[in-house]
């Protein structure tokens, strides 16, 4: 069984940088398509970022588009969440998610839907003052 270890979160003033981690453990997620989604306060968990399994298609919210950025290292066993000039309406839990179920053969797809996604990390705070 795959699972998802986040790490990166913390405190930053808006306008600052933040990268965040997913790692897994029992398996690598160069298997898996994986994505972050977030969620606020009082807020439905929304979808920030994904990554096709061969990490070849990538696809952001429009609230983060060229601001935020994920990414796979070259052995593709960590995924990555680069979060540049942030604002105080990203604060929220971050959580890392991995489809290994219904494999993607191709690896090009990516998925937007939280229901897609079958293992999920504990989440990271991110909190960015004003």
């Known amino acids: 069984q795959v699972q998802l270890v986040e790490s990166g979160g913390g405190l930053v003033q808006a306008g600052g940088s933040l990268r965040l981690s997913c790692a897994a453990s029992g398996r690598s997620l160069s298997n898996y398509a994986t994505a972050w989604f977030r969620q606020a306060p009082e807020k439905e968990r929304e979808f920030v970022a994904a990554?096709?399994?061969?990490?070849?298609?990538?696809h952001a919210a429009d609230s983060v588009r060229g601001r935020f950025t994920i990414s796979r290292d070259t052995a593709k066993t960590t995924v990555y969440l680069q979060m540049n000039s942030l604002k105080p309406e990203d604060t929220a839990v971050y959580y890392c998610a991995a489809r290994t179920r219904n494999i993607d053969y191709s690896g090009t797809r990516y998925y937007t839907d939280s229901s897609q996604y079958d293992v999920w990390g504990q989440g990271t705070q991110v909190t960015v003052s004003s």
């Open positions: 990554i096709s399994r061969s990490g070849e298609s990538t």
